[in-house]
């Protein structure tokens, strides 16, 4: 009964994907006898939540109608719009059905008990799995103060990357290119290596067929000698501005201007704690981190991989070059996928899940 729903709110959640964070994806449904009569969406970071969304878009009394939302309308001031909780009240709204509790700790339940106070009816945890997996970034920042951190990469069967000459275009199909562009868009910044800079010249940019992209998220070039060629896509395009070098204290860099430049006491070991620090202060909530394979193996051996995402082209390429560089001493120690989505995508495979 609940189910469409809710599934209609994450579809219109998803179409702020790229455009609210650091905000979650939410969308709200009011239903009278069966039927919609209003849909609003949090479209943009600083624009109307919602229920305010909705508000604005209902050309008909909502009072009595049930009011389907996401995630737990918020209550607290202490963010660029109002509090949703007082407007659902306000507009006499019967009963209100949500997925998921806000985590936000300024929320985190109180949403729903101010709602009840007033006496209206409130059911949670209507598809409450599907909504976890809708704003798991959002999640994991409110529950653990850290960044989600995505690792994405394209092989063949036998776990090759490249040729040994470092040849790579390409190995995964058109369909699994396309698909990966829409996992770039949910995330605030792409970061690759030096030598991903060096070898393939890449746009680290969200393309999507018949799409314009309002908004293009930053891209993290991680560099131990700094030597980076100024003539690069990412130092000379339109959205050079969103380009970060991510070095030590000491290393010489030429193609940025300073304020485009995470400096880093260290390396080695790589600082997490200083470098998140360095990334909220800059906006950068999540990360989709498309190697190569040191950088793959940098964020695995610490244990800072949230989620995994593999492309599997149905070929064989022998000697080339691993997804990864690190190793594991014993069975017991290896890193373990749950939660596990496997697609097919034209002939490649997509492999997904929590690590």
């Known amino acids: 009964m ?5 599934r209609r709110c994450f579809d219109l959640a998803k179409r702020g994907a790229g455009l609210v964070s650091p905000n979650p ?3 709200a449904v009011a239903v009278r006898d069966g039927k919609i009569i209003a849909e609003g969406l949090h479209a943009r970071h600083g624009d109307p939540h ?3 969304h909705l508000f604005l878009n209902a050309k008909v009394d909502l009072a009595g109608a049930t009011l389907y939302v996401n995630l737990e309308p918020c209550c607290h001031t202490k963010k660029l719009t109002p509090p949703c909780a007082p407007q659902i009240i306000e507009k006499k709204i019967a009963h209100v059905v949500i997925a998921n509790l806000d985590p936000n700790p300024q929320v985190s339940g109180g949403g729903v008990k101010m709602l009840e106070a007033a006496g209206i009816k409130v059911t949670t945890g209507v598809l409450k799995d599907e909504g976890e997996r809708l704003n798991e970034i959002f999640f994991h920042r409110m529950r653990t103060g850290l960044p989600f ?6 092989a063949t069967l036998d ?4 040729l040994p000459s470092g040849e790579s275009k390409w190995i995964t199909s058109d369909f699994s290119r396309q698909d990966s562009h829409y996992g770039r868009r949910l995330y605030d910044a792409i970061v690759v290596g030096a030598q991903t800079i060096r070898s393939d010249n890449p746009q680290l940019n969200v393309r999507l067929k018949g799409e314009v992209i309002e908004k293009q998220p930053y891209r993290l070039i991680f560099t131990k000698s700094g030597k980076l060629p100024r003539e690069a896509q990412v130092f000379t395009d339109e959205n050079r501005h969103r380009t970060i070098i991510v070095t030590d204290l000491h290393t010489t860099i030429d193609a940025l201007p300073p304020q485009q430049v995470i400096r880093l006491e260290t390396l080695e070991p790589f600082p997490f704690e200083k470098f998140n620090e360095q990334l909220f202060e800059r906006g950068i909530y999540s990360l989709w981190l498309e190697g190569g394979a040191d950088l793959h193996s940098l964020f695995l051996q610490y244990k800072k991989v949230n989620r995994m995402t593999l492309y599997l082209a149905p070929k064989i390429m022998g000697e080339g ?3 990864f560089t690190h190793s ?3 069975l017991q120690n290896l890193l373990t996928l749950e939660g596990m989505d496997i697609q097919l995508l034209g002939s490649d495979l997509k492999v997904t899940g929590l690590v």
Do not use: C, N, Q, R
Request: glycine fraction near 8%; aromatic fraction near 4%.
């Open 159 to 162: 776990g090759k990357t490249a």
């Open 50 to 52: 919602a229920e305010a």
């Open 2 to 6: 609940h189910e469409p729903f809710m």
């Open 321 to 323: 070059k691993a997804m």
């Open 328 to 330: 594991e001493d014993s």
């Open 25 to 27: 994806l939410v969308g």
């Open 149 to 154: 951190i995505h690792l994405k990469s394209a």
